[in-house]
């Protein structure tokens, strides 16, 4: 799992609150986009709406273009405050948005989805790796 978060004390609250799974801390986001350029793959990715590198919703885009296989498991996390334009990029990420400060119950839920979906995906399908990191 890929948590993408420039705050690093939330990064190391959500990784000891996902304990028991893989998870990726990044807390730059130009880091983890390249390195799921470079082939990286997860099932589930936690990207926080507002940093100061790059914004959440440009990781997605990138991440829909570069990594479509990746896309069913993204999640926004955020604390509020949006405009118009920012509540419709929120509402594209497929898995949702978590809210700040976090339901350890919601997290856990997303790691077992994403657990879950990784289970049932075919390893042989097309364009999907079936060692993905969890």
Do not use: W, Y
């Not at 990064?11 to 990726?24: D, F, K, M, P, S």
């Not at 990286?40 to 919703?57: H, I, K, N, V, Y």
């Not at 069913?72 to 405009?83: R, Y």
């Amino acid at each position: 799992m890929l948590v993408i978060d420039d705050n690093r004390l939330v990064g190391a609250v959500v990784e000891r609150l996902l304990r028991g799974h893989e998870v990726h801390v990044e807390t730059d986001p130009t880091s983890a986009v390249e390195a799921i350029l470079a082939g990286a793959r997860f099932d589930l990715t936690l990207c926080d709406f507002f940093m100061p590198q790059m914004r959440g919703d440009e990781v997605f885009q990138l991440l829909s273009m570069a990594a479509p296989d990746m896309v069913p498991g993204f999640v926004f996390m955020t604390a509020g405050g949006h405009s118009d334009a920012e509540r419709l990029a929120l509402a594209a990420a497929p898995g949702g948005v978590v809210l700040k400060p976090f339901d350890p119950e919601r997290l856990c839920e997303l790691a077992s989805a994403a657990a879950t979906r990784r289970i049932e995906r075919p390893s042989s399908a097309a364009g999907v790796r079936s060692d993905a990191v969890v």
